[in-house]
């Protein structure tokens, strides 16, 4: 399935650049995922100078938030000054932070933040990590949360790669397909127009999603179709056994690291292709946004 940068791109996304794994593991991600926060690690590499991606990442994305971690040496690069350019360049278009691990000397995050917060003028925190990594969760998740990191959604959306797809048996006939993309709370499929006669809000007691190794069963109830193209997308809410909104536990548990790495690498993918097409000259930023990614 292809979709545009655009497409992607939609939905606030926050960025940690070169985060300490010691004390911030991948992990955290996940849960943060949960609670509708979509957070990314962006780890500096040999391939492409950090600076150039966190430019092509602005570029993509039109809400976003940095996190730097200022405690990671990178070659050529000076915290202060660099988040201080950015700063200046992009103004409200990009809101950026910094964390760092706990100083032994008392005065040193007091500095820190004077530097950050009031002479640079970041607006999305100068935070303090502890040595216990248990802690850093719900540091992180207080920042995400005191910078509306979720933006409009109450739950994140993962458009879907050849390798998702449902099936589920509506008066004797059986119907499957590949998804359109899903979330914790809704799904999605496209079909030819009058292909599936299902009426609004009505009920399909068992909907089978493989989701690339991940099986799960669930209701599901029509909530919206519209016009695509010259077919129909189907939006379905899931329902419990018990005729409550949503997974059940065990599959809401399941569903989230699956979901989380699907997304994540979707964004690689994009990145990759944005990065490869920058060899192009004449590439403005309009040809991003418009630029197709296979799924």
């Not at 006669?197 to 690339?212: A, F, M, Q, R, S």
Request: hydrophobic share 40%; charged share 25%; proline share 2%.
């Amino acid at each position: 399935m292809a979709i545009t940068v655009k497409d992607f791109a939609m939905g606030r996304k926050t960025f940690f650049i070169t985060p300490d794994l010691s004390l911030f593991p991948e992990t955290y991600l996940e849960d943060y995922f949960s609670f509708g926060y979509e957070c990314y690690f962006v780890e500096n590499s040999k391939i492409i100078p950090l600076k150039e991606k966190i430019e092509i990442m602005i570029q993509i994305f039109h809400d976003i938030i940095l996190i730097f971690n200022i405690d990671y040496n990178v070659e050529g690069i000076n915290w202060a000054e660099y988040i201080s350019e950015l700063q200046k360049k992009y103004g409200d278009r990009v809101a950026i932070g910094v964390t760092f691990v706990k100083r032994a000397d008392k005065d040193a995050k007091r500095k820190l933040e004077k530097m950050y917060l009031f002479d640079i003028g970041i607006t999305c925190g100068c935070i303090q990590l502890e040595y216990q990594k248990s802690s850093n969760f719900i540091i992180i998740q207080k920042m995400l949360n005191a910078n509306q990191a979720q933006g409009r959604r109450k739950n994140i959306r993962a458009l879907c790669t050849k390798a998702y797809t449902f099936s589920f048996t509506y008066k004797g006939v059986l119907y499957n397909g590949t998804l359109q993309d899903i979330s914790l709370s809704h799904f999605s499929f496209i079909f030819q127009s009058g292909k599936l006669p299902i009426k609004d809000y009505e009920k399909i007691d068992e909907v089978t999603l493989h989701l690339k190794g991940l099986f799960i069963k669930s209701g599901a109830v029509l909530m919206m179709e519209r016009a695509s193209g010259e077919n129909i997308l189907f939006v379905f809410a899931f329902v419990t056994e018990n005729g409550m909104n949503g997974l059940n536990d065990r599959y809401r548990q399941l569903i989230i690291p699956n979901m989380y790495q699907l997304m994540s690498s979707n964004c690689k993918n994009l990145m990759d292709k944005v990065i490869s097409s920058r060899s192009d000259e004449n590439m403005l930023s309009r040809d991003v946004d418009d630029m197709e990614i296979n799924l």
